[in-house]
């Protein structure tokens, strides 16, 4: 297993984890991580606002309907989504916030589409279900949740499959998105694992045009 540009070794070939159920169609990247969050300039932090307009009333009081307050769902790791999650802007903090929280994996029939490549290209595994398979989750999950229980899911990429005990369904991945998975590789680490063809194209690139090389540093270099 290769390490991405973090450092980190874990894989999520296989994403086994219990699930909170979110049945609400279109929830945007704004309701997924509102805009008072975006002001930091890292990444810390981003756990706190994570849904929460839905987490948290206006006195800043933790909701005790929302699914993820209640006692038995604090350590979920799959989200149950409705349909179109994730659309509206590009802001890539909603992916960050839900991996800080603990998601490693998102099951829905259907996702906002910049979402879908934010999320894949930081490893936070989306499976994209038919809407018949989500209901079916959807319909064990609340079964359970009326008990106190989280859904336990089983996400398997090298099989394309989402299982419960008492279901299983099928999703579709890119094949470079599943080779990421399987060797627990972010985007940078990906293009890592080609960097002597990148370094043979930028020593080709030089010869054919070596006027353009550290072009940056030469125009400094004059300025200074």
């Known amino acids: 297993m290769t390490q991405d ?3 980190a070794q874990a894989g999520n070939a296989m994403v086994r984890g219990h699930a909170a159920r979110l049945d ?3 929830l945007d990247t704004d309701q997924i991580m509102p805009k ?7 990444k810390a932090g ?9 987490r948290y009333d206006a006195q800043g009081v933790k909701r005790p309907d929302f699914v993820l307050n209640r006692a038995g769902f604090a350590d979920v790791d ?3 989504a409705g349909a179109n999650y994730g659309c509206g802007s590009s802001r890539e903090h909603a992916v960050w916030g839900m991996q800080q929280f603990g998601f490693k994996a998102v099951v829905a029939e259907s996702f906002g589409e910049i979402f879908y490549s934010n999320a894949m290209n930081n490893r936070l595994l989306l499976a994209m279900v038919s809407p018949e398979d989500a ?8 079964a359970l949740e009326a ?4 859904l336990a899911l089983e996400i398997d990429v090298a099989g394309m499959t989402v299982r419960s005990a008492g279901h299983q369904a099928a ?10 998975f399987l060797q627990g590789q972010d985007w940078i680490a990906a293009s890592m694992a080609h960097a002597p063809q990148i370094a043979a194209f930028a020593h080709a690139h030089w010869q054919r045009q070596p006027w353009v090389r550290d072009v940056a540093a030469r125009v400094r270099s004059r300025l200074d």
């Open 5 to 7: 540009s973090t450092g």
């Open 24 to 26: 609400i169609a279109n």
């Open 36 to 42: 008072q969050f975006l002001r930091g300039i890292d």
């Open 46 to 54: 981003l756990d706190q606002g994570l849904l929460y307009d839905l």
């Open 78 to 80: 799959v989200l149950l």
């Open 135 to 142: 209901r079916i989750f959807h319909a064990e999950a609340a």
């Open 147 to 150: 008990r106190g229980l989280p």
């Open 171 to 180: 999703f579709s991945i890119s094949p470079r998105h599943q080779q990421m």
